[in-house]
């Protein structure tokens, strides 16, 4: 197929790398260019504008930072919806609140293209290997239009409902995960006195009731962390867990949900930014609290 791809991060870069290796011709638009450089590298191709981008493909996927930039890349001069849409398919992976991406849906139907939201579970390296998990918005047409993408993306792909169902389902998802990088720094504060090797420390953890599935998986990252080693390029960072926090904290507000747990981890985060550590990777946010 002729993808587009709008929002050009971390993700945006797996995903087009991925469909690139797969044989579809990709074009890519990002704010800042030179982070399309391994993408372009690896056979893309870049559009000037996101109008021609929407003019040039047949399915554009976006993954953006939030509902501000969704607005702009979509509505903003010379953005999407000023391209040819009409009989289009748009695939919104961002993580935002429900409203923004039926907001979204109402824009696109008026110019008769379709829409699906999806955004996805996992980091770079699932999404390289086509092993995310997708949780999809969407009208039962416009997702089996899109299924034929989204299951080489996707190990699992789930339709949780009409638009907004997959931002809804993603935010409950990514809490208790944001929550838990937290809570397991506390928890191996509480190990300080204890002389264990940072490797036997977490494989107890991992396998025992007290650690996450993602523990299985980025354990060893954890480990190194704690021994003060490189833990490779970030896949999570915590300005990026901030920014979900507060999307789902604004989320609960408007159903008149409190979440005290998520509010007392944005707190720690922010003090953590607030010294620096931004850039963390979610692997390494449990060495940063147990010191």
Not at 98 to 110: D, E, G, I, M, Y
Not at 120 to 127: D, F, K, L, R
Not at 130 to 135: E, P
Not at 263 to 271: E, M, Q, T, Y
Request: with cysteine; charged share 20%.
């Amino acid at each position: 197929m002729n993808i587009g791809i709008a929002g050009i991060g971390r993700m945006g870069s797996a995903i087009a790398i991925r469909l690139v290796g797969l044989g579809h011709a990709v074009t890519l638009w990002n704010r800042t260019p030179e982070k399309m450089a391994a993408a372009l590298a690896a056979g893309a191709s870049a559009a000037a504008t996101l109008a021609e981008l929407a003019t040039r493909c047949e399915l554009i996927i976006t993954i953006l930072t939030d509902a501000a930039a969704i607005e702009s890349v979509y509505s903003g001069d010379d953005g999407l919806l000023a391209g040819e849409v009409a009989g289009k398919l748009f695939i919104d992976m961002s993580t935002v609140r429900p409203q923004t991406v039926r907001a979204l849906a109402v824009k696109l139907a008026q110019r008769q293209a379709e829409f699906v939201e999806c955004p996805v579970g996992g980091t770079i390296g699932p999404a390289r290997e086509g092993k995310l998990f997708g949780l999809a918005g969407a009208e039962i047409a416009a997702l089996e239009r899109a299924k034929p993408v989204l299951l080489q993306l996707c190990r699992r792909l789930e339709h949780v409902g009409p638009v907004g169902s997959g931002a809804s389902m993603k935010l409950a998802i990514n809490l208790p995960l944001i929550v838990f990088w937290q809570a397991l720094g506390e928890a191996i504060a509480l190990t300080r006195p204890l002389a264990i090797d940072p490797v036997r420390l977490i494989d107890i953890f991992a396998d025992t009731s007290g650690a996450a599935t993602v523990l299985k998986n980025r354990g060893a990252s954890v480990a190194k962390a704690l021994a003060g080693e490189s833990t490779g390029p970030v896949a999570f960072d915590l300005d990026s867990m901030r920014k979900d926090l507060r999307t789902m904290l604004e989320e609960a507000n408007g159903l008149g949900v409190e979440l005290r747990t998520a509010a007392g981890v944005l707190a720690c985060f922010d003090a953590a930014v607030a010294a620096g550590q931004g850039g963390l990777d979610g692997v390494e946010i449990p060495a940063w609290v147990s010191r």
